[in-house]
């Protein structure tokens, strides 16, 4: 069916495709009767994919990454789209429109995406209004980034205040440092300010007796000995990594849009990012979460993450080149692989390759 579908979505303006998807799902939403339907046509269950992590049960690894549904507007249709969880947002305090369009290319030669949305979001308060008109059989995670006009001091704050308004309403949030498109952003990664942001991130959670586990994003073009010094406070704030976001890098691109500024997903961040994954596995030595993304197309790409020692997956760019019944393919796919080589449950792979 998307085979028949894509090629007239990729005649139209990236974004302006997106939004056309974005609502579908709201008409389905509004129609809960069309729940059962896509259920039927995307969901897959099978004991073998089934996981307990830091409390959260996941029916399967696939999860959906952030920045598909900015600002909790499709929750509910995408629950029942097969994936094991989903990552909402980015989301920062105040609304704000991001940067000017165009801003999202397809590089279709190379199975890849750039963008430099820059946040756009409807706020933190329309957001949690958004995502509480309904609840939720499967994780439900938040992206939270940092307002473009919030002053370089006052950055972490941002942080804080997102996660204080989301604290009952989600299973883990995501504290985002690398997105590329708000300038600054990425200066996290710099020892000094990371120090700085895991003890704000620490004094709340201490405050609060917060529950809810949070997950740190790095990007892409981080170095190995970058991501080794950053590993022991994020081993000490976290509690667990996601590896990793968007690259700047531009090598061994064919397409016309490879030029554009933003951050480049898709099939080239693959071989990049499965290496800060294995290198995380082998220096926490295996004792600390990984969230594996980037470039993952089909069920080889999610064994290998996983055998790198990435617990759970994130997919959002191949959704956009193989369509929505991706994730019933890879789940489907995944469990046939376990079920063929003996295994009885997928967290019997995770790390084998390291
Ligand atoms: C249009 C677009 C918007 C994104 N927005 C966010 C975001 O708000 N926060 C974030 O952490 N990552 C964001 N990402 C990055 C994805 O979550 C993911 O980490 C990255 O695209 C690599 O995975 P992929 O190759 O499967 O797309 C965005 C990606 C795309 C393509």
């Known amino acids: 069916m998307y085979k028949l579908i894509k090629p007239i979505l990729f005649q139209i303006d990236p974004e302006k495709a997106h939004g056309m998807t974005i609502n579908a799902l709201k008409f389905v939403q509004k129609y809960p009767k069309l729940l059962p339907v896509i259920n039927q046509l995307f969901h897959y269950e099978n004991e073998q994919l089934h996981q307990n992590i830091k409390g959260i049960y996941f029916e399967n690894p696939i999860g959906l990454a952030a920045g598909f549904d900015k600002s909790c507007e499709v929750p509910k249709a995408l629950e029942h789209a097969g994936f094991g969880a989903l990552e909402l947002g980015g989301i920062t305090p105040k609304p704000q429109p991001g940067n000017p369009k165009p801003r999202m290319y397809r590089l279709v030669e190379d199975a890849a995406l750039i963008n430099r949305m820059g946040f756009n979001n409807l706020g933190m308060n329309k957001a949690l209004s958004n995502l509480r008109k309904y609840s939720y059989q499967i994780p439900i995670g938040l992206n939270v980034g940092v307002n473009k006009t919030t002053s370089y001091d006052a950055r972490y704050e941002d942080y804080i205040k997102v996660i204080d308004t989301f604290k009952n309403d989600v299973t883990f949030f995501t504290v985002n440092i690398s997105s590329p498109n708000t300038k600054n952003l990425q200066s996290f990664h710099d020892k000094d300010e990371f120090s700085q942001l895991c003890e704000a991130i620490q004094s709340y959670k ?74 995380a596995y082998k220096q926490t030595n295996g004792q600390f979460l990984i969230i594996g993304t980037g470039g993952i197309f089909n069920t080889t790409d999610v064994i290998t993450m996983l055998r790198s020692g990435a617990s759970l997956v994130q997919i959002y760019s191949s959704l956009v080149f193989e369509g929505p019944g991706l994730t019933q393919k890879l789940n489907k796919q995944l469990a046939q692989y376990l079920k063929s080589n003996g295994y009885n449950n997928v967290s019997e792979i995770i790390g084998l390759d390291v």
């Open 206 to 279: 201490d405050k609060q007796n917060l529950r809810v586990p949070i997950f740190i994003k790095l990007t892409s073009d981080l170095t190995l000995d970058g991501l080794g010094q950053m590993l022991e406070p994020i081993t000490q704030t976290f509690d667990g990594i996601i590896l990793a976001n968007t690259t700047q890098q531009r090598d061994h691109l064919n397409s016309t849009n490879r030029h554009e500024t933003g951050g480049l997903s898709g099939k080239p961040l693959f071989n990049r990012n499965l290496e800060l994954i294995s290198y």
